[in-house]
């Protein structure tokens, strides 16, 4: 069997077995219309690129439009782009795209800006034959977003891609906060499609931020060649991973892995009620939460707790929010909360989302204080975390436990290093009285141990303690 033979069938049936619908005959339609064969292929891209220079100018959004020609080669598995330099007696750019896809802008010749990784990958389904191949091999990952827009998770960001009326794929975007613009968007659109041996592929390539066109690309060839590509599809990868991973602990007790965005929550249910622990990264996934945790338990969420404000712990709140389930966190939080459910959430949105007007809310765990909130006992430590001003962790006393979001670590491989927020964390523990046995921890999923063990936490704790 071949090994894509192989995937297919193991693909085929991790697809049978979850929740992700297989329904997408769009797609095939798709990867048939543009006779897309599983081979190598390589490109030769000439550009004309547009450089929009926004800034120091006299007026705001005044610009200056920069023209020159780049060239990129798509060969053996590695994306080569010429270095290019762009002077215009003003302003100073070097773009360069290193074998390892980074990409590096120079201005100035003085501030360097490093692409993050998305932009890399954006660069990477600039070929789309390598999208049709990371499609192919990942359909059964792929959502349907709208009646010709279907989106995919990769390394945590969602891409959506377009299929126009001729069943090709004209266009491939992804949603990005802009510290200065907001909501923005860029994207890659193709057109002017042509067979390259029975295998139609796109000639023009135009490049866009927040719908600004940036660069105007004119593929010069395709050619195949026998060699594979493997060390840009093991990047270009869409992991196949499920939304949501339920781990039950004890009767009571479940942690929930979020494997896409590398976190994980906690659900303890407390009779006929269940308790969710965090709401991470952002508005939909936690929607997406709240109605798995609906079906598998048939009970109501009666609250969410939020152990500090950061993105990766918080950013779902408004989720909670929408569905009027009572959140409990700190004073400055709810200032912060109450102005992210006025700003507008619509982008990238299967609905967008509709603040519920004055309902309050929100419970606060005083400064320093122990307080018990739905029969849990929360602990305000912010002052000894070094890591946020105000923070709570939650004791689960009938389970022995602790939730501690990111205050510390416990790698599968590694010791446990103790920094401040250890030895913080530590004095809380011991000045709350309450018996512990496990520490569970919110961020990351990835590289750590299911709990940490108290006992080994307090002997290395000690230990640091001495040195
Ligand atoms: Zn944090």
Same mark, same amino acid.
């Given at each position: 069997?071949?090994?894509? #033979? ?135 990952? /792929?959502?349907? *977003?709208?009646?010709?827009? @279907? ?6 960001? %969602? ?45 023009? $390539? ?33 992991? /196949?991973?499920?939304?949501?991973? @339920?781990? +039950?602990?004890? %009767? ?5 892995? &979020?494997? =896409?965005?590398?976190? !994980?929550?906690? &659900? ?7 308790? $969710? ?18 079906? !598998? ?7 969410? @707790? ?7 712990? =918080?950013?779902?709140? #408004? ?19 109450? *102005? &992210? =459910? *006025? ?9 967008? @989302? ?16 122990? +307080? ?20 709570? /962790?939650?004791? &689960? ?9 990111? $205050? /510390? ?35 990351? #999923?990835?590289? +750590?141990? *299911?709990?940490?063990?108290?006992? =080994? ?6 230990? !640091?303690?001495?040195?």
């Amino acid at each position: 069997m071949t090994k894509t #033979l192989l995937n297919s069938v193991l693909l085929f049936f991790y697809c049978i077995n979850n929740v992700y619908s297989t329904d997408l005959p769009e797609i095939d339609v798709l990867l048939k219309k543009m006779n897309y064969q599983d081979g190598t292929i390589s490109y030769h891209v000439k550009s004309r690129e547009t450089i929009h220079q926004f800034g120091h100018y006299s007026k705001p959004e005044e610009y200056k439009i920069l023209l020159f020609d780049t060239e990129t080669r798509y060969s053996e598995g590695k994306i080569f782009s010429k270095v290019i330099y762009e002077y215009n007696g003003n302003n100073f750019y070097q773009y360069s795209y290193t074998h390892q896809q980074k990409k590096i802008v120079k201005k100035f010749g003085s501030v360097d800006v490093k692409a993050s990784s998305l932009e890399d990958q954006l660069v990477y389904f600039s070929n789309i034959y390598l999208f049709l191949k990371a499609i192919d091999r990942n359909q059964c990952c /792929i959502n349907k *977003k709208g009646k010709d827009i @279907f989106s995919f998770i990769s390394n945590g960001i %969602e891409y959506f891609f377009h299929i126009n009326k001729e069943n090709l794929v004209d266009e491939i975007f992804y949603y990005y906060y802009d510290n200065v613009y907001g909501d923005s968007k860029k994207s890659i659109s193709f057109s002017d499609y042509r067979k390259v041996k029975n295998q139609l592929l796109p000639f023009q $390539l135009e490049y866009r931020e927040n719908e600004l066109l940036l660069r105007v690309s004119e593929v010069e060839h395709y050619s195949y060649s026998d060699r594979l590509e493997n060390e840009v599809l093991t990047q270009l990868e869409i992991k /196949i991973q499920n939304d949501f991973v @339920f781990n +039950q602990i004890t %009767e009571d007790f479940w942690q929930i892995e &979020l494997p =896409a965005f590398n976190v !994980k929550t906690y &659900l303890y249910k407390n009779y006929d009620k269940l308790l $969710l622990f965090e709401a991470p990264v952002e508005l939909s996934i936690n929607r997406k939460l709240i109605r798995a945790i609906k079906t !598998k338990f048939e009970l109501p969420i009666e609250a969410c @707790f939020i152990s500090h404000h950061h993105p990766d712990h =918080a950013g779902g709140v #408004l989720a909670y929010v929408e569905d009027d389930i009572p959140i409990v966190t700190t004073s400055k939080n709810v200032e912060y909360f109450k *102005k &992210l =459910a *006025k700003n507008k959430h619509s982008i990238g949105l299967e609905k967008p @989302f509709i603040p519920n007007g004055s309902y309050d809310q929100y419970l606060i765990v005083k400064e320093g204080k122990i +307080q018990q909130l739905f029969g849990i006992k929360c602990q305000e430590i912010g002052a000894k975390t070094s890591h946020t001003e105000e923070f709570l /962790i939650f004791y &689960l006393e009938e389970e022995k436990s602790v939730i501690v979001a990111d $205050l /510390i670590l416990f790698p599968e491989e590694k010791n446990l290093t103790i920094g401040k927020r250890g030895i913080g964390l530590y004095e809380a523990i011991l000045a709350s009285k309450v018996v512990v046995e496990k520490i569970y921890t919110n961020w990351p #999923l990835t590289g +750590q141990q *299911k709990f940490g063990d108290y006992s =080994a936490f307090e002997k290395a704790v000690k230990q !640091k303690i001495e040195n």
